[in-house]
């Protein structure tokens, strides 16, 4: 299991229901980077989808070397491919956040997203699945939180999916997450201060290693 972020188990505040107000997620200022500079910017947002995805990509080498029958096919069908696409998950949400150009705060709610899904719905993430389930996060994560954002069909183009799937997946992935988008601050900073904490852990292991090279 994943050191990063407990996909599985972590304790989400699931409250919200289609029969609320959806108010936009605050987002802490330690994320916020208006006058960071484009390349600095574009460094931190680099180091974030990689956390994410290394997080995402343990989760399912445990789930695959768990080899637990998965009882939920019906529930996550539409988001699984007959065969593992040949790109790593970093790469994949990488090729996402360089064409959607989306936030750095989009980025830390698409993983939010994807753990409350598990969690609602206990969805067994795989190599065959978490691939439009990202892409279904990205687009409802933009959609949510950002004030502009492109046509359906772009998302599509840039998922390499036909807008009709995208929309299909969409409506699905909605459904999952019972239409509760809005995420509080505290669940948002618990999420980035993770990441945070991640990042510094890398680097006093770098560190580590280079004192005895």
């Known amino acids: 299991m994943s050191e990063l972020i407990d996909i599985n188990h972590i304790n989400i505040n699931s409250s919200s229901s289609s029969t609320e107000r959806v108010e936009k997620p605050l987002k802490p200022s330690k994320l916020i980077f208006i006058n960071e500079k484009e390349s600095e910017r574009k460094d931190i947002e680099l180091k974030t989808v990689e956390l994410i995805s290394d997080s995402l990509k343990d989760i399912c080498d445990e789930n695959e070397d768990s080899q637990i029958i998965n009882s939920n096919y019906e529930m996550e069908r539409p988001f699984t491919t007959e065969t593992c696409p040949n790109i790593s998950i970093k790469d994949y949400l990488m090729h996402l956040a360089k064409f959607t150009k989306m936030e750095q705060s989009t980025l830390i709610l698409v993983l939010i997203y994807i753990d409350r899904i598990c969690n609602i719905n206990k969805f067994q993430l795989n190599y065959r699945n978490i691939y439009k389930l990202i ?49 509080d601050e505290s669940l948002y900073n618990k999420y980035s201060e993770t990441l945070l904490k991640e990042e510094d852990d890398d680097d006093e292991d770098d560190n580590e290693e280079e004192a005895y090279v």
């Not at 949510?144 to 954002?149: C, T």
């Not at 459904?175 to 988008?181: G, P, R, S, V």
């Open 135 to 183: 892409l279904a996060s990205t687009y409802v994560a933009i959609k949510f939180n950002e004030d502009s954002h492109y046509a359906l069909k772009v998302y599509a183009k840039i998922g390499e999916i036909s807008p009709s799937e995208l929309e299909y997946l969409e409506f699905h992935f909605l459904i999952l997450i019972k239409f509760a988008l809005n995420v």
